[in-house]
């Protein structure tokens, strides 16, 4: 009858969050630079059931997830929860995605998903993933450059107010990042959106919004060498192929 198989399902789905882990942690490949901010570590979010599986939020940012699309399970945006959209794919029903031994997919931006054989996703209690993430929280912010300079590009007048120095705000984490302040105006500031790094207003930190792009997930926007995209105020990011992203020294920031 039908009550006999909502009451089934509803204990199958009980039974697969009772036997959910803790935490999970995507890791062991290199990842393209617009999907690498997914690698790390994801916590249960308990009570919240996503097409019948558990679903797991990424611990330095609430934006990044892992859940199950309905024939398999996504690492993909918050407002894509539970959606056949994402940047890193597992084609398995399994009841988590730790259980798999399936080779996961990303997206590769040109409409392809290559395999990443190297990708695990591993079960984890929730204080080895905070411990864990807080560790490489830690390495980022020791590594971090002391300042920063965008320079190397003419760019729209509504933007080129954020080429300049920029220094590291000590002890201020945005996302697992560090964030830099502008030297000149402390409205202005470099950090990272969750996916990749924005230059933004201070009223947007931490936010997808701002005037200048990098996807990239790398661990400070220096490191990279993917192109930034600037806002045109039309709607559109076209690309800055000139602009570039400097390690300084504070003294060479501030001279």
């Known amino acids: 009858t039908e009550a006999e198989a909502e009451a089934e399902s509803q204990r199958q789905v009980e039974a697969r969050m009772a036997a ?3 935490a999970l942690r995507l890791t062991g490949a290199d990842l393209l630079p617009g999907v690498a901010s997914f690698l790390g570590c994801y916590k249960l979010e308990r009570g919240r059931v ?6 797991y939020k990424h611990i330095e940012s609430g934006v990044r997830w892992i859940a199950f699309d309905g024939f398999g399970w996504m690492a993909q945006k918050e407002s894509s929860l539970g959606e056949e959209r994402g940047v890193l794919q597992l084609d ?5 995605p730790d259980v798999s031994d399936v080779t996961w997919y990303q997206r590769d931006g040109n409409g392809g998903w290559p395999e990443v054989p190297g990708l695990r996703c591993v079960a984890m209690t929730e204080a080895e993933a905070e411990a864990e993430s807080q560790r490489q929280v830690e390495a980022r912010m020791a590594a971090a450059p002391a300042a920063l300079r965008l ?5 729209l007048p509504g933007v080129a107010s954020f080429l ?3 220094k590291l705000e000590r002890g201020r984490v945005v ?3 560090p964030a830099y302040k502008h ?7 470099i950090a990272f959106d969750g996916f990749g790094w924005m230059a933004q ?3 947007s930190l931490g936010e997808e919004r701002g005037v200048l792009q990098l996807d990239d997930g790398c661990a400070s926007p220096d490191v990279s060498d993917v192109t930034w995209y600037q806002r045109d105020g039309n709607g559109g990011w076209p690309e800055v192929p000139g602009l570039r992203c400097v390690a300084m020294t504070e003294a060479e920031a501030e001279a």
């Open 20 to 22: 959910a882990p803790a």
């Open 183 to 189: 030297i000149e105006s402390g409205v202005r500031w």
């Open 151 to 155: 320079t190397g590009a003419d760019l």
């Open 164 to 166: 300049g120095c920029y």
């Open 92 to 96: 398995d029903g399994c009841a988590s």
């Open 50 to 55: 996503v097409n019948g599986r558990p679903a």
């Open 175 to 177: 996302n697992g990042r």
């Open 201 to 203: 207003k201070e009223s």
